[in-house]
């Protein structure tokens, strides 16, 4: 399990740790173990994380905010792992809109297919005039 560690200051925080628990049974975890997963001016926010078989690669999608911002401000990034070394990409995947999903772009799931290196993401995202949620989808093309 990838959890994110904001401290006590939550959505205002200016540090976050990405942290993983193991469990064989689903009931007695281990300590979180910090995971070397940054992306470089921003705090990590909220984070899914799959495991593909046919890559041995674990592939995450992550909501972050700039540094010095609030969780309002959030974008959606991609990284992907070999099991301990985590790469991040410089940009984000997917940022704020202009109609509903132009708030933050928030919570995400996600599935990779390796056959076609197609990503497919499922997003929540707020819209700035109205301050109301919605859920979209997006798809593309992903090199592993």
Known sequence: MWTV???DKGCTSVSTTVTQRI????????QPQPLSITQPGYMI????VIYVP???QFVSVFAAY???RSCNWTELFLADSDGTDWA???G????????WDSRNIYR??????PATSRLRVWYSARERRTNAWHVGYTEGLVSL
């Open 54 to 56: 046919t890559t041995g």
């Open 5 to 7: 560690d904001v401290g």
């Open 88 to 90: 991040t990409y410089s």
């Open 66 to 68: 700039p540094r010095g």
């Open 23 to 30: 469990s064989a049974d689903g009931l007695h975890w281990s």
């Open 108 to 113: 995400s799931s996600l599935l990779y297919e």
């Open 92 to 99: 984000p995947l997917l940022t704020q809109g202009r109609g």
């Open 45 to 48: 926010w909220h984070l899914n």
